[in-house]
């Protein structure tokens, strides 16, 4: 059983178009994240979720939505897509939002914005 | 949140054991190092935590020294599956995991 599981693991769209990311995990854990990962590997922190609900928006744009239906769901819906938006994205959990212990990510959606 | 400086890469041979330093100059009093392991078409994987001298697991070892302004991610005897990008994050309970990962060293393990 994959513990952090994201789909599409590809998406290649045009700009201005509209696309959602799923992210599903059964580890019963209470905090999930999304990260972004550019093409320098550097992996950014974009939202952080505890049991439904948002504590951390770092400066992402509006057009990226999180919403999470409980809290072993956090989708990502990105509206209006740019060029820039293209990069890996990774879902993430972890027992609780302050933490120091491990951080369980996904497999990464690809996205490709032509 | 301090930050870390780490090679961008680095090369070995099987069989070889690595070590990668990561620098953490103003590392603060309740921070703790983190190592996680990458590889291609994957998310980072938690490899080893430590907060000061020396932890060891099935995987790695870490080692800090007293100041604990770096630390060493000790691979012992890499193989060729070893290849990937190793991450050092410095994190604290007030931080948790609102991190922005560096872009860690790259190892390449040759046979």
């Known amino acids: 059983d994959t513990a952090v599981s994201q789909t599409p693991k590809y998406l290649v769209t045009q700009m201005g178009n509209d696309k959602s990311i799923k992210c599903e995990q059964n580890?019963?854990?209470?905090?999930m994240y999304w990260y972004k990962q550019d093409s320098k590997k550097f992996l950014k922190i974009m939202f952080s979720y505890n049991n439904k609900e948002l504590i951390i928006n770092e400066t992402v744009p509006n057009r990226f939505s999180p919403k999470s239906p409980d809290k072993a769901h956090l989708n990502l819906h990105i509206n209006s897509l740019e060029l820039g938006d293209s990069a890996v994205y990774f879902c993430?959990?972890?027992?609780?939002?302050?933490?120091?212990?491990?951080?369980?990510f996904g497999e990464g959606s690809r996205l490709t914005v032509l | 949140l301090a930050k870390t400086t780490q090679p961008i890469s680095m090369d070995s041979y099987e069989g070889q054991e690595v070590n990668i330093t990561c620098s953490h100059n103003n590392i603060a009093t309740n921070d703790y190092i983190t190592w996680y392991q990458q590889f291609p078409s994957q998310g980072p994987r938690f490899i080893i935590q430590g907060y000061k001298t020396k932890v060891t697991n099935e995987v790695a070892s870490l080692f800090i020294p007293a100041d604990r302004k770096s630390s060493t991610l000790s691979l012992p005897r890499v193989s060729l599956s070893d290849t990937a990008v190793y991450y050092c994050?410095?994190?604290?309970?007030?931080?948790?995991?609102?991190?922005?990962f560096g872009g860690g060293t790259r190892l390449m393990v040759k046979p």
């Open positions: 993430a959990s972890a027992l609780a939002p302050v933490y120091t212990g491990e951080l369980f």
């Open positions: 580890l019963g854990h209470d905090t």
């Open positions: 994050l410095v994190k604290n309970d007030n931080a948790g995991n609102m991190l922005t």
